[in-house]
């Protein structure tokens, strides 16, 4: 089955950019989606499709992949942006199955 | 505005059945496949289960796949997840959520709160 791989956690300084990995097998084949979720909270969908925002998403919140590695970059830390991130794709190739990532924790310090 | 509401979980022996609900409205709710995610205590996300908008695809994680059945009431504009065997590593909050495109196998636009299932003797 696919595996993604994220990194356990992430700090960072108000203000400067966050960068938050999903390591996949030629996971730039596929359509990477990323979720932000706070404590207590339902997941929110912040970027789909590698790179695209929905609606009501800041622009500091941006998505690129390619090769082997997907990232999310969140511009303009602010400590409102502390929450654990999750990425997610379909991998078709094995009956249609769901994958997450094992969600990296962003800390604002 | 899109709302999901789930409900039906709650403590339950090992080896028993449970059935979650998820009430869907704001949205046109025959149109989209729908899906059930859940998080153990602590722990990540795991995709539990998808069902397209006319029921006729329907996919589960190997974890629960012969134990837990998916469904759809378009007429009551309702998800549902029948759990049976249950085992006490089925203990998680379950979200349902909606697919964000209406061709399915993309994103999750909208969850619902959540509700939590507990699984001990």
Redesign the interface.
């Known amino acids: ?1 696919y595996v993604l791989t994220q990194p356990p956690s992430v700090s960072v300084a108000p203000g400067q950019t966050a960068r938050i990995t999903c390591g996949g097998n030629n996971i730039g084949s596929k ?1 990477v ?1 990323w ?1 932000q ?1 706070k404590p207590g909270q ?4 912040v970027v ?2 590698d790179s695209d925002r ?1 609606s009501g998403i800041p622009e500091r919140f941006s998505g690129s992949n390619s090769g082997n590695t997907a990232t999310l970059t969140i511009s303009r830390v602010e400590a409102g942006d502390e929450a ?1 991130y ?1 990425c ?1 794709v ?1 991998d ?1 190739s094995s ?9 990296t924790k962003l800390t604002v310090l | 505005e899109v709302q999901l509401v789930e409900s039906g979980g709650g403590l339950v022996k090992p080896g028993g059945s449970l059935r979650l609900s998820c009430a869907a409205s704001g949205f046109t709710f025959s149109s989209y496949n729908m899906n059930w995610v859940r998080q153990a205590p602590g722990k990540g996300l795991e995709w539990v289960s998808s069902i397209s908008s006319s029921s006729s695809y329907i996919y589960y994680a190997d974890s629960v796949k012969g134990r837990f059945t998916i469904s759809r009431d378009n007429a009551k504009n309702s998800l549902y997840l029948q759990m049976n065997s249950l085992r006490a590593e089925d203990t998680a909050v379950y979200y349902c959520a909606r697919d964000r495109s209406l061709g399915g196998a993309t994103s999750f636009d909208y969850w619902g709160q959540g509700t939590l299932v507990t699984v001990s003797s």
């Not at chain 1, 339902?42 to 969908?45: D, G, S």
């Not at chain 1, 009956?95 to 969600?103: E, K, M, P, R, S």
């Open positions: 089955s359509s989606h979720y979720q339902a997941p929110v969908l789909y499709d929905p654990d999750y997610q379909w078709s009956d249609h199955q769901v994958v997450f990532g094992g969600g």
